[in-house]
């Protein structure tokens, strides 16, 4: 049964505001949910992607990857309550979406229709192995590997990072700590600006290998280094630190493509109806 989707929306918008959590929003960890839920798609298979919302289910609830996306997950169960009609994979895509928006960000097209996998006949393969999200430890090579293999060009994958705007690590869930910027709960292409000017060194400190300002204020991580140290992202990253609105404009269009990988839709090559012959 189909509801009412600006509804579900505007609760959404109603819960973001927390003033004991982190900097004082859900939002970021809301887009972080999407995005999870959404990059385990493998063009190649066609598995993974936020249809199904298998992130509900082991081995991807215990990705560790995935650590602290259970509070989102739990942050949204309300809402899930109040409009059961909604399913979750609709309801976590929705949810980041709605959040880029409230946080100043861009309008992100996004369309209802995903379906929740039965947890009652579920086998194996109906889940997405771990390891398909990408290793903030890693590089250019692997951070193409990984948005290559969801279908994704350098240009979408720079824009999509960008989203590091948001929120920030905590070193209970990736080990990393900080935040990218200044405003964690403001989207803008802060992120660009800082990470093109910025004089970035090693934090000292025994957790793993993050990039810092001088105030140890800021952070980044490796896999967002590589955009820099990369020739064609860094390109692109520095066309975005000088315009935000290229950066909003093709930011929406890569997160709402993104928030569609796996989805079936009737107009899908693989559902189209066999054309008849004139
Ligand atoms: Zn992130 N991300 N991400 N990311 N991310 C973290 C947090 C957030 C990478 C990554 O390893 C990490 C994209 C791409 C990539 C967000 C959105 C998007 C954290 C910190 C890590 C380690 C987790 C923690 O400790 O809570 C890597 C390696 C990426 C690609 C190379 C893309 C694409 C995103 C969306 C479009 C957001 C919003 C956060 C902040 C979450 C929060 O809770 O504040």
Same mark, same amino acid.
């Given at each position: 049964m189909a509801g009412d989707y600006g509804k579900v929306k505007e609760d959404i918008k109603a819960i973001?505001?927390? /003033?004991? =959590?982190d900097d004082g929003s859900l939002g970021p960890v809301f887009v972080r949910l999407a995005w999870h839920a959404s990059g385990t =798609?493998?063009?190649?298979?066609r598995t993974g992607g936020s249809n199904g919302a298998t992130m509900r289910f082991n081995p991807e609830s215990n990705d560790g990857a995935n650590a602290g996306l259970e509070h989102a997950r739990a942050f949204l169960e309300p809402i899930k309550q109040k409009? /059961?009609?909604?399913t979750y994979a609709d309801l976590w895509t929705l949810a980041g979406c709605t959040a880029i928006e409230a946080m100043g960000g861009p309008q992100i097209p996004w369309k209802a229709g995903r379906t929740d996998k039965d947890p009652k006949n579920l086998t194996a393969k109906d889940v997405p192995p771990n390891g398909r999200l990408p290793d903030a430890a890693q590089g250019q090579d692997h951070v193409r590997d990984v948005f290559y293999r969801m279908g994704f060009n350098d240009r979408e994958i720079v824009a999509l990072i960008g989203a590091h705007s948001l929120g920030r690590c905590h070193s209970d869930r990736s080990g990393y700590s900080g935040p990218? !910027? =200044? !405003? /964690?709960t403001r989207f803008s292409n802060q992120y660009f600006k800082l990470l093109t000017t910025v004089d970035w060194r090693k934090k000292q400190w025994d957790g793993p290998l993050q990039y810092v300002d001088e105030d140890d204020e800021l952070m980044m991580l490796p896999a967002d280094m590589a955009v820099l140290w990369d020739p064609e992202f860094a390109k692109i990253a520095k066309e975005y630190a000088k315009d935000q609105d290229v950066f909003f404009k093709d930011f929406a269009a890569a997160f709402g493509k993104l928030v569609e990988l796996g989805v079936p839709r009737a107009n899908d090559p693989g559902n189209a109806p066999k054309r008849s012959k004139l």
């Open positions: 973001l505001k927390k /003033p004991d =959590y =798609y493998d063009k190649h298979s409009h /059961p009609w909604i990218w !910027t =200044y !405003t /964690p």
